[in-house]
C-alpha cells in the first residue's frame, strides 16, 4: 500500500513521498515524518529501532592531520585533552524524532577544568525549523569522554531558544525498553571516539511529563578526512570522460524540462569495484540551473550496473541543498535502494539484492543499464498515477523516497538518465567483468551451496546471470 505526504511549497511544485510496497506484509514502509516538538506519549516513540544502519562515514585511509591530533594517531595512546579539540563527523540515530543525522560537529574546550563540549548539530529543515545545535557537556581524561546526567541543555528553534535538562539512558535487551543510567563513556579509538550504540542522551525525559527534545544513539564520532590538506577525493576513482545527464531529481522541482536540458557530467569508474560508477558535482559546473543550488559540496550520484536489469543507486549526498525547498541535503536514489534499505536495515533482514527483486516481482519500478545508456524507468499507478524511479532522500531521511509533482499535472516528467562517453571502454568493462565473476550456487531458498549433490536444483548464479539448473 502507497503512503504519502504531501508538504507545499512557495513555488507550487510539491515534494511527495512516492514509494510503495505492493504487498501487504510491508505496508508500513513510510518513514514518519515528526516535527521537533515535544511528544505527549513519549514512551512508545522511544524504543530502540530495529534498524541497523551502517556507518554513516566510511573513511578512507588517509594522512591524519594535525586539526584534531597534534602528535597522537594511535589508539593506545591517550592524547592530551588540547589534541581532541577540532572538526570531526558525526552520525547518530534520533529515535524520539526518528530521524538518521551525518555531518560535521566540533569538540571543543569547556569551562571547567578537564570539561569539553560537543556541540550536535540537529536538521529540522525539512519541517521548517531549520537548523541548530546543542553543546552537550562531558569531561575527558586518559583518552575517554565521561557523560553525566543533570547539565541544561539549549537549542534555538525559531531564533527562540528552549531548555531541558540532559538525561541519559541505555537500552535493555532483556525487557526490549531504555532504563536511565547515571554516566556512560565513550572512549578514544585512534580517529575518533568509540560509543556504545545501546547509550542514548536525550534533552528532556522520554519518561515522564517533561517529555523530551531529542533522543541520540547508534552515535559515531571521527575524523573528517577530507580536512588533511593530502586528501584527494579522486584517490580509487577513474574518470571516464563526460556523460550526457538528464536529471530527474532536482530539475523538475523547478518546473525545467529536464529533456530539454541534459548536460555534461563527469563520469568516475571505481577502481576496485567496475561495476560502480559516480557521477561527479551532478549539481555544480554545467546544472542548468545552478543559481538554485546553495551547497557549496561537491557530491555524487553513485550507482552498481553489477546487475543490469535491477540498477541500484546508493544513498550518497549529491551537494545539492536549497532553502526554498526545505532540502539541506539530497541523496539521489531509486525505488530498490530503498527496498533494499527497508528490508535489510529497517527489519533487520540479511537478503541478497536477488532475494529482494524476486519478492518484489513485477511489482516494482526498475533501473536499467543497456548500451551503455542508464535509464531510470517508471510505471502507471491507478491511483497516483505515474510513478517515476528517480526518488530521492533528504537529511535525516536518506532513503525517503520523496519525488516531486504537482497538482496540476503541468510539472515536466521526471525520467531520468545517464548516457556513458561514446568510448565504450566502461560497457565493455562491465561486461568483461561478468564474464570473468566467479560461479556460485544457492539452493531454491537461496543458502549459499559451497558443493551441490548430483542431481540437487540449484540457482547458478555469475555475475549478474542466474539460471536454474540440475546438478
Known amino acids: 500500500m502507497p503512503h504519502h505526504q504531501y508538504i507545499t511549497f512557495p513555488i507550487v511544485i510539491r515534494m511527495k513521498k512516492i514509494y510503495s510496497i505492493a504487498f ?31 556507518p554513516a562515514h566510511k573513511l578512507k585511509s588517509a594522512t591524519l592531520s594535525s586539526h584534531a591530533l597534534k602528535s597522537v594517531a594511535k589508539a593506545d595512546e591517550a592524547p592530551a585533552l588540547a589534541d581532541i579539540t577540532g572538526d570531526y563527523l558525526i552520525s547518530y540515530i534520533d529515535e524520539i524524532n526518528q530521524l538518521q543525522y551525518e555531518g560535521e560537529t566540533t569538540i571543543k574546550a569547556g569551562a571547567a577544568e578537564g570539561e569539553v563540549l560537543i556541540s550536535i548539530p540537529f536538521d529540522f529543515s525539512s519541517y521548517y525549523y531549520g537548523t541548530t545545535t546543542v553543546d552537550i557537556p562531558a569531561t575527558y581524561a586518559d583518552g575517554k569522554l565521561t557523560f553525566t546526567p543533570g547539565a541544561t541543555l539549549t537549542m534555538s528553534l525559531l531564533g527562540e531558544d528552549v531548555t531541558d535538562p540532559m538525561y541519559l539512558f541505555h537500552w535493555n535487551d532483556d525487557y526490549q525498553g531504555l532504563h536511565e543510567v547515571t554516566s556512560f563513556t565513550a572512549q578514544w579509538n585512534g580517529k575518533g571516539f568509540t560509543f556504545n550504540p545501546d547509550d542514548l542522551i536525550a534533552m528532556g525525559n522520554p519518561y515522564s511529563d517533561e517529555s523530551a527534545w531529542f533522543g541520540i544513539d547508534e552515535i559515531t564520532i571521527e575524523i573528517d578526512p577530507t580536512l588533511d590538506p593530502d586528501y584527494d577525493p579522486n584517490v580509487g576513482w577513474t574518470s571516464m570522460g563526460e556523460a550526457d545527464f538528464t536529471d530527474g531529481w532536482v ?21 576496485a569495484d567496475k561495476n560502480l560508477y559516480r557521477l561527479v558535482a551532478p549539481y555544480h559546473g554545467n546544472f542548468p540551473m545552478i543559481d538554485k543550488n546553495e551547497c557549496t559540496k561537491a557530491g555524487y550520484i553513485q550507482f552498481n550496473v553489477s546487475d543490469p536489469d535491477h540498477v541500484v543507486f546508493e544513498a550518497v549526498e549529491a551537494g545539492f541543498a536549497n532553502s526554498e525547498l526545505g532540502i539541506t541535503k539530497m541523496y539521489c536514489i531509486n525505488g530498490l535502494a530503498i527496498y533494499i534499505d527497508y528490508f535489510n536495515n529497517e527489519l533487520g533482514n540479511n537478503l541478497t539484492n536477488d532475494e ?16 551503455g545508456v542508464v535509464t531510470l524507468g517508471s510505471f502507471e499507478h491507478p491511483t497516483y498515477g505515474t510513478v517515476y524511479d528517480a526518488c530521492f532522500g533528504i537529511q535525516g531521511e536518506k532513503h525517503g523516497g520523496y519525488g516531486w509533482t504537482d497538482e496540476n499535472k503541468a510539472s515536466k516528467n521526471m525520467h531520468a538518465r545517464i548516457v556513458f562517453p561514446s568510448d565504450d571502454s566502461a560497457i565493455n568493462s562491465v561486461a568483461a567483468d561478468a564474464a570473468n565473476a566467479p560461479v556460485e550456487y544457492f539452493n531454491l531458498q537461496g543458502v549459499r551451496v559451497a558443493r551441490p549433490a548430483a542431481g540437487q536444483v540449484v540457482i547458478r548464479r555469475q555475475g549478474a546471470d542466474a539460471t536454474k539448473v540440475v546438478f
Not at 521537533?36 to 530502540?48: L, M, R
Not at 529482494?356 to 548500451?371: Q, R
Open 24 to 54: 501487504a506484509a510491508v505496508c508500513a514502509l513510510s518513514v514518519s515524518a515528526a516535527m521537533p516538538v515535544k511528544h505527549k506519549a513519549p514512551v512508545t516513540k522511544v524504543s530502540k529501532a530495529t534498524r541497523a544502519y551502517a
Open 251 to 271: 530539475l523538475p522541482a523547478f518546473d525545467a524540462d529536464q529533456t530539454q536540458n541534459v548536460y555534461k557530467v563527469e563520469l568516475q569508474q571505481n577502481d
Open 356 to 371: 529482494i527483486i524476486e519478492m518484489l516481482g513485477e511489482n516494482s519500478i526498475y533501473t536499467t543499464f543497456k548500451d
